[in-house]
């Protein structure tokens, strides 16, 4: 009997911590300005979500080096003149706006903002299968590129408002 509750406790601890691992910390970049929270699914889809203190663009990528050229990037944020909120998957081939991809494999989840910061969340499959103008989301530490613009116009984000930080996206 006493080791039948027992057994029914412990099954209790492990459901109650399965609920609540899953999720990656916040990590944040830029003093807290930039805080970024990821998720890998099983089935192999990445969410991304970025709260910002900025009511411009937001930008987010993987990069081969830390650096833009090569960088696959999306760019993002709600437009509050138009009320509309915006994402493209894009591809840097160096210091410049990245040109948009022949093939969109982005998709938005939300984008909001009030006077102070913008939210951005957003999918993506790990392997999006475009070879030409996409990176893999792989099981290793990859460097992350992020920036923020100052207005939604996709102009030129400061030396201040952009960066790079190495992060395992699958470890978490
Ligand atoms: C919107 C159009 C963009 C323009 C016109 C632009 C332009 C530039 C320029 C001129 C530099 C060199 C000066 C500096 O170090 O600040 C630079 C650097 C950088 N940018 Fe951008 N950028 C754009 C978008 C982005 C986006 C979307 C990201 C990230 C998702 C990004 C990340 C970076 C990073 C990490 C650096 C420093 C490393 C490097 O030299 O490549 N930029 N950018």
Sequence with gaps: MES????????????????????????????????????VTLTGILTVKVTAESTGWLGWGISPTGEMAGSDMIIGGFNADTGEAYIGDRFSSGHGLP????????????????????????????????????????????????????????????QVNRGAIELNLMDG
């Excluded at 039948?4 to 406790?9: E, P, R, T």
């Excluded at 492990?14 to 916040?26: E, K, T, Y």
């Excluded at 951005?120 to 460097?143: H, I, M, P």
């Design 4 to 39: 039948a509750k027992l057994f029914i406790f412990a099954i209790l601890v492990v459901s109650a911590l399965g609920g609540i691992v899953p999720h990656r910390a916040v990590v944040p970049i830029n003093d807290g300005k930039y805080l970024l929270e990821t998720r």
């Design 99 to 158: 040109a948009l991809d022949t093939i969109q494999n982005v998709e938005l989840i939300s984008a909001s903002e009030n006077a102070t910061h913008t939210v951005l969340e957003f999918s993506r499959a790990v392997d999006t299968g475009d070879v030409e103008q996409d990176l893999k989301v792989e099981n290793a530490v990859q460097y992350i590129v992020w920036a923020a613009g100052e207005t939604d116009d996709l102009a030129y984000h400061g």
